[in-house]
Each structure stands twice: as structure tokens, then as C-alpha cells.
């Protein structure tokens, strides 16, 4: 059973994706809270295995708890709820380590299948449209760190696939591998690297002007 905690301050919006998590046999919502501060909490006492966290809120915003969060040890997954297809406040949350963002008018089966997805920690909520989003919001570019160039030659032509917002899928075909290699070398990258899923290889890309 994956356990949900939603984080928004429209209590009919909670009440929506409560009844549409709830209605699946292996999800099931496990805390609510109408803004960050509460969040701290409700994610403290009930554990969660993934929170979808609105980023605009009183009294505390979706950024400060999902940075508070983010720190705890075996911290949740956080998805970030945003009205807005390109929001640089999206952008600077993923910087913090949320592992993706959700339109908040996106389909409902799409929104099953993110919770999914970023609990199991393999691909990632629209690799692509995080790709887009920190191309618009792109920064100067930092030293490419050491670690990089740990990667074999294979590893970075994966990793600069990866970066592009290809699936392991896309990238197998393209490279005239299985799947299962490809999803090996992502691993390695990742471990490498020292990051947590494809978000974060995107974000690692684009910080260091490898995207």
C-alpha cells in the first residue's frame, strides 16, 4: 500500500483527490494538511511514502516545507501541485530535491500514475516537461563537479539521452540496447553522481551546463 499525504489550502481540492486516490486498492491517503507548516507535522506522525505538496499556501508555501521535509532521514517522495505549466517556483523546488511537478488540471489517471511512479523511484514525472521547465528558468552554469567524470563514455552518452527527458524506452531503441541495460546504467549514473531519480540527473544537467 502506498501511503499519500496532501498538502493544499482548497480543502474541495483535497477532498477531490482524496476520494480519487482513495478509490485505488493500492493507494491510500494517509494525512491531510491545509498549509506547509501543518505539513511538518502531518508528514512527522503518519510517515508518508509520497506527498503532493501545493506550492502557493498560507502561512507556510509548498518551497519552505518541502525544503524542511527534504531533510529528515527516509523523507518522503514530494510532488508539487502548480497551476502553472512553466513556474519557476516548480523549478526551484525540484533544485531542492521534489521529485517532479503535477498541473493541477491534469488527468486523474495521470495523477494515479505519478504517485505510482515517483514511489517506485524508476522514471519520473514528465522527464521532459522538467527539461522545458529548467530551460526557461536556466542559470548560469556551475563547475562540472568531479564525480562527472567518474562516467564511462557509455554512461555519458546515457546520461546526455537522460538529460534530453528520453525514456529508458527511447533511449534503448535509439541506442540498440534492452531496456534492462539501459535501466542498469541509469542506476550506475545515479549512484555515481550521488542522485536520486532522472529529476534530479535533469536538474544536475542543466546546473552544470551538461543538458
Known sequence: M???????????????????????????????????????????????????????????????ATAEILTQ??????????????DEA???????????????????????????????????IAASATRDLFAHFAEAPKPVPEQYTTLTDREREIFALAARGLSNAEIAAREFLSEATVKTHISRILTKLGLRDRVQLVVFAFEHGLA
Open 2 to 64: 502506498i501511503r499519500v499525504v496532501l498538502v493544499d489550502d482548497q480543502s474541495l481540492f483535497r477532498a477531490g483527490i482524496r476520494m480519487l486516490v482513495a478509490s485505488q486498492p493500492d493507494l491510500e491517503v494517509v494525512g491531510e494538511a491545509g498549509d506547509g507548516r501543518e505539513a511538518l507535522d502531518v508528514v512527522r506522525t503518519t510517515r508518508p511514502d509520497v506527498v503532493l505538496m501545493d506550492i502557493r499556501m498560507p502561512v507556510m508555501d509548498g518551497l519552505t
Open 73 to 86: 532521514p527516509d523523507a518522503p517522495r514530494i510532488v508539487m501541485l502548480t497551476t502553472f505549466d512553466l
Open 90 to 124: 516548480a523549478a526551484r523546488a525540484i533544485r531542492q530535491g521534489a521529485s517532479g511537478f503535477l498541473l493541477k488540471d491534469a488527468d486523474p489517471e495521470f495523477l494515479l500514475a505519478a504517485i505510482r511512479t515517483v514511489h517506485a523511484g524508476s522514471s519520473v
